[in-house]
């Protein structure tokens, strides 16, 4: 993780504690973190993501993380193949919904929307959209990664689960 904070403090003229606030680390362990002796944990790589308003040092961050498996975009966004990202990406969608659905009433009858009301209910939609996708991504990351789990599983432990409280 070094190589990141140092490109970045040496790209904005940051110091140390700028990026230690960044993080929610306190100025030693940056600078452990420079020198090699000491790694990010998962809290400040999450204080990274939602707090470093640099895209060129998420972009490293992202890289570091991964080991180099990261897809950068035309927009210079990154999305990359790690757990992490894909939960906070998951976690920004959810929030992103909750919102939109604070905004919009869903007690009108379908017959007696308005071209604005269905305005509101598409999107609603595209905002659920969003969260399937990433969390169907986020599924099969883990799917990936951890042998243990399988599709058939979850979805064997989700049925259980449905019938026990009655749903299904």
């Known amino acids: 993780m070094q190589q990141s904070i140092v490109r970045y403090r040496k790209r904005t003229g940051a110091t140390q504690q700028d990026v230690a606030n960044m993080l929610f680390t306190d100025k030693s362990q940056i600078c452990k973190m420079e020198k090699g002796d000491r790694n990010m944990t998962a809290a400040m790589y999450q204080a990274g993501f939602e707090n470093v308003p640099d895209s060129q040092m998420l972009s490293d961050m992202a890289y570091e993380l991964t080991n180099g498996f990261t897809s950068p975009t035309p927009s210079d966004r990154v999305y990359d193949d790690h757990r992490l990202a894909f939960s906070m990406r998951v976690v920004r969608e959810m929030k992103e919904l909750k919102a939109v659905m604070a905004e ?10 308005s071209q604005d009301d269905k305005a509101e209910i598409n999107h609603i939609v595209s905002e659920v959209q969003d969260v399937i996708f990433e969390a169907t991504g986020f599924l099969m990351k883990l799917v990936n990664d951890y042998d243990f789990i399988t599709p058939q599983s979850i979805q064997k432990n989700r049925d259980m689960r449905l019938k026990m409280e009655r749903r299904i």
Do not use: A, T, V
């Open 104 to 113: 919009h009433n869903l007690d009108k009858h379908p017959q007696f929307l």
